[in-house]
């Protein structure tokens, strides 16, 4: 038992990486509320990377920097992407008080 | 002269014999009620007259020269085009007149021209439509019926065979109105497909048969006769079958049960009685001068065939005898004119099935000729009594005085001889014809059938038994006078029994015309097959029949170890002859006799007290048609519609409704409504979708994967090649391997464990089993597979 709690392996980034991941996913695919689903898709986001490092620990040599770089990089993207979201949910809530997803049908059909 | 060189308009000659009647059948069906009653006759009675025309002059010049050169067997062949071609099976819609099929020929136009114009007369009174329609079918048929007798092939022959089939179906539900007349015709139609059924596995069967002989895969078509009548193909004929018999006897049989289909035999001859339902020049068109005869033309078209299987000929001439004699003794007590009239064809046929049976082939054509003239001519003269009933009814009716008869019914009739003078004249020499009285038709034919079956001996057979059929047969006459005459008199003597019959009058020209062509035909057509004598002379016309027909069919059994062939006709001396015509002559007079001291002045008090007395029960025997109907509704028809009601709950209502189609309609509801809940247009579902699919294709992709590890033989040496599947890791894995089995990780020559995905170890040294630990980099789990890789080392 005190193996799992405090001997620390690959293991646990990888089974955090998939909790994270599910509850952003879950979040995308549950919530109604446009600013949260765009929250849980950050987290996705950092699952991702997480997963990205440990596995580069896992196998990679110890000063191969590959996956930091490419986490690095996702980080960056997912801040531009976060800044383009929340403009158009700011520019949606403007105009309709409400960023319900539901709500949201004018472009349908 | 050439006979391929025979065409008119590019098309064989021959095709358009059948060709002319169907393009009437054409017009008249397809313009129907657009053209008057006036131009419908004219077409169908027109074309009729052309193909009997043609007829006429095929069989007199191109046939007569092939004839007088003595190829009349061979005649003229026409093959107009390749039919169906598959493997080694090929037809070709092919056309043969041979002097057998050029008798049916001349007979069925001849008769059928004569019958189409005495409907003119007899059909006036229909609409516009149904007499266009009558009109069609009429030529339907005869086309169809020349096709029949034209074929050159089985499968030609049977388009024809159905063809007239239909079209007897179509004519008797004529007055489809009246559903006892419908039903008549869908009995009709379902008592020869069981016929029909037999026909087309005879006809297999003789495929089957000759298809490995050398007469196979010739220009001609593996089921053409000339084929199959090739001496080539007899071997096969007289090959072992079944129980050692010879496949003859198969084919023959079978053939012969669609022939009893087609000609009313026993025991498929119930629906010809019904049949009666149809108008009545259709009963005497169809049902007694041609359709029913092409059994009889059938058997005789493949002689050769049933000379080679004396069993075969003993079946065909006891049912011939069978059915001669049980449907005289129903027509004792029928008192419908028509249904008298259909029994008596039915023992005619039967008359004609023996003399086929007895190898007397051209007894049987002959019979089947004058048989079509008197028959037709009684029919005509039956529809002649009928119509002038009808004018009766009608004159009542008109007067506002109770009708009391109806048209067919002969104990409300009598007395009409001097209503109907032409009528029955020749209405009297047709029964003088069928009761076998000279000089008339029937005389000669229905002689030459007697004296052929006297004295008939062929291999296997008993000795007697051509004497038994001879027997059987005289009876079978003497019981044809006595009821031919019966209805005579009923019909044409004593006083009229009706209000109705006193009002009959005599049919107008169209219809009284055909009657004195048909019986002057029943008059003189006997003296074409006159017996030969020694003592006397005749000049050759008087048995030009028989040298007429002699080539198309075969004279001899077929005996193929014998050293001299084996005729079937013995010559009897004159005395014979003269003999047993005299005793013929004299049955017919005792018959006819004894109806008209009975029946001479209508029914007398005898016919009453014996009816009612000693002969309650064969009076009651007869009148039920010896329950044929009764007994084949209980045995078959009731339980075939239990069955057929069965089929209807369980594969109809429960397979086919519940299951295929309303259980399909559900499926794709069910998946309808499935779909509706996923495209509700938002795109989170659509989402869910997304996952829910990466994670099956992950979940399946995995499946597939599991920790293993394979070997071979290379060299004396075994390679083992460890496959950690995704589950454990994959390449990260750290592996362990006892290859010697002694339980013991191994380890390498320096000393470290051996983990290389790839190992090799000697032959030798390899232990029974072979264990691999393989522990997975993240979850520290180990796995172990363990493999026996050979026997127990010595």
């Not at chain 1, 995308?28 to 949260?36: Q, T």
């Not at chain 2, 005898?321 to 449907?327: N, R, S, V, Y």
């Not at chain 2, 008596?344 to 086929?356: D, Y």
């Not at chain 2, 017996?531 to 069919?553: D, E, Q, R, Y």
Request: charged fraction near 15%.
């Amino acid at each position: 038992m005190n193996d799992i709690l405090f001997n620390i392996g690959y293991a646990h980034f990888l089974v955090l990486a998939a909790v994270l991941f599910l509850i952003g996913m879950l979040g995308v695919l549950i919530r109604r509320n446009a600013l949260i689903i765009l929250m849980s898709v950050e987290l996705m986001l950092n699952a991702a990377n997480m997963t990205l490092i440990a596995f580069s620990r896992m196998w990679g040599k110890s000063e191969a920097l590959g996956a930091h770089t490419f986490a690095l990089m996702v980080i960056g993207v997912a801040a531009a992407e976060a800044a383009v979201g929340l403009a158009i949910v700011v520019a949606v809530f403007r105009g309709r008080r409400n960023v319900d997803v539901d709500r949201l049908t004018t472009l349908r059909n | 002269m050439d006979p391929q060189s025979l065409k008119i308009l590019g098309l064989p000659m021959l095709a358009w014999v059948p060709l002319l009647p169907l393009i009437g059948a054409f017009l008249t069906l397809t313009l129907g009620r657009r053209i008057s009653k006036r131009t419908a006759h004219t077409i169908a009675c027109g074309v009729v007259l052309l193909a009997c025309a043609l007829s006429i002059y095929l069989v007199a010049v191109p046939l007569w020269k092939q004839f007088k050169a003595g190829a009349g067997g061979v005649g003229i062949e026409q093959t107009v085009y390749t039919w169906i071609e598959v493997g080694s099976f090929k037809a070709q819609l092919a056309f043969r007149l041979d002097t057998l099929s050029a008798v049916m020929i001349l007979i069925v136009t001849f008769v059928g021209a004569l019958i189409h114009i005495y409907s003119v007369g007899y059909m006036h009174k229909e609409s516009d439509a149904s007499y266009a329609r009558y009109f069609g079918y009429l030529n339907l048929f005869t086309g169809s019926m020349l096709i029949l007798v034209l074929a050159a092939n089985l499968p030609v022959m049977f388009i024809g065979w159905e063809g007239v089939g239909l079209c007897s179906f179509l004519l008797i539900g004529f007055w489809y109105e009246n559903e006892s007349y419908a039903y008549a015709g869908r009995k009709a139609f379902i008592v020869n497909r069981i016929g029909d059924f037999c026909f087309l596995l005879g006809m297999f069967l003789l495929f089957w048969a000759v298809k490995d002989t050398s007469i196979a895969n010739t220009a001609r078509g593996s089921l053409d006769f000339a084929n199959l009548r090739d001496p080539a193909a007899g071997p096969a004929y007289v090959a072992g079958f079944w129980g050692g018999e010879r496949l003859s006897a198969a084919a023959g049989i079978l053939l012969f049960i669609g022939a009893c289909g087609k000609s009313a035999q026993l025991p498929l001859f119930v629906w010809l009685p019904d049949a009666m339902a149809g108008p009545t020049p259709v009963s005497a068109l169809i049902h007694a001068a041609t359709m029913v005869t092409a059994g009889v033309y059938m058997v005789c078209r493949m002689s050769f065939l049933y000379t080679a299987s004396t069993t075969a000929m003993i079946v065909v001439a006891t049912i011939g005898l069978l059915t001669a004699l049980a449907a005289a003794f129903m027509a004792f007590a029928q008192t419908d004119l028509k249904k008298v009239l259909a029994y008596s064809t039915v023992s005619q046929l039967g008359f004609m099935f023996v003399a086929a049976g007895t190898g007397n082939w051209v007894a049987a054509i002959f019979h089947l000729g004058t048989h079509a003239f008197f028959k037709a001519c009684l029919f005509l003269g039956a529809g002649s009594v009928m119509h002038g009933m009808e004018h009766g009814m009608e004159h009542l009716r008109e007067h506002g005085k109770e009708v009391d008869a109806t048209s067919g019914d002969i104990t409300k009739m009598g007395g009409m001889a001097k209503h109907m003078p032409i009528t029955r004249a020749t209405f009297m020499i047709s029964c003088l014809a069928i009761a076998g009285i000279f000089p008339f038709a029937g005389f000669f034919s229905k002689d030459e059938i007697l004296a052929g079956a006297w004295g008939v001996n062929p291999p296997g057979w008993p000795f007697w038994y051509g004497e038994v059929l001879w027997a059987g047969l005289l009876l079978g006459a003497l019981g044809t006078a006595f009821y031919m005459w019966r209805l005579y008199f009923l019909v044409f003597s004593g006083k009229e029994r009706s209000e109705v019959a006193k009002h009959a009058h005599e049919s107008p020209v169209s219809m009284t015309m055909p009657l004195v062509v048909l019986a002057f035909c029943a008059t003189i057509a006997g003296f074409i097959g006159l017996p030969h004598l020694t003592g006397i002379k005749l000049p050759s016309i008087m048995h030009g029949l028989s040298s007429w027909l002699a080539p198309s069919v075969t004279p001899n059994w077929y005996m193929p170890n014998a050293a001299e062939p084996m005729v079937i006709a013995g010559h009897a001396s004159d005395g014979l002859t003269f003999g047993l015509m005299g005793v013929a002559l004299l049955i017919g007079v005792v018959g006819i006799g004894a109806a008209y001291v009975l029946y001479g002045h209508g029914p007398s008090k005898t016919v009453e007290r014996l009816v009612e007395g000693p002969l309650a029960k064969p009076y009651e025997a007869s009148k039920a048609k010896l329950w044929f109907d009764e007994i084949y509704d209980v045995i078959i028809v009731r339980p075939f519609k239990v069955v057929a009601r069965g089929l209807f709950e369980v594969v109809d209502r429960f397979i086919i409704d519940t299951v295929a189609v309303n259980g399909s309609a559900f499926i794709v509801g069910l998946f309808g409504r499935l779909s509706r809940w996923v495209q509700n247009g938002q795109v989170q579902r659509y989402l869910a979708g997304v996952v829910v699919g990466a994670a099956l294709v992950f979940f399946i992709a995995d499946c597939g994967r599991k920790p293993d590890f394979t070997y071979k033989l290379v060299n004396n040496e075994y390679e083992f090649r460890a496959e950690a599947g995704a589950g454990v890791g994959g390449a990260n894995a750290k592996l362990r391997w006892d290859l010697d089995g002694n339980g013991i990780d191994d380890i390498d020559a320096s000393g470290n464990p051996l983990d290389a995905p790839v190992v090799k170890i000697r032959e030798g040294e390899v232990g029974t089993y072979v264990t691999l630990k393989i522990e997975d980099p993240i979850t520290r789990k180990p796995v172990t597979i363990t493999k026996r890789i050979r026997e127990e080392v010595q």
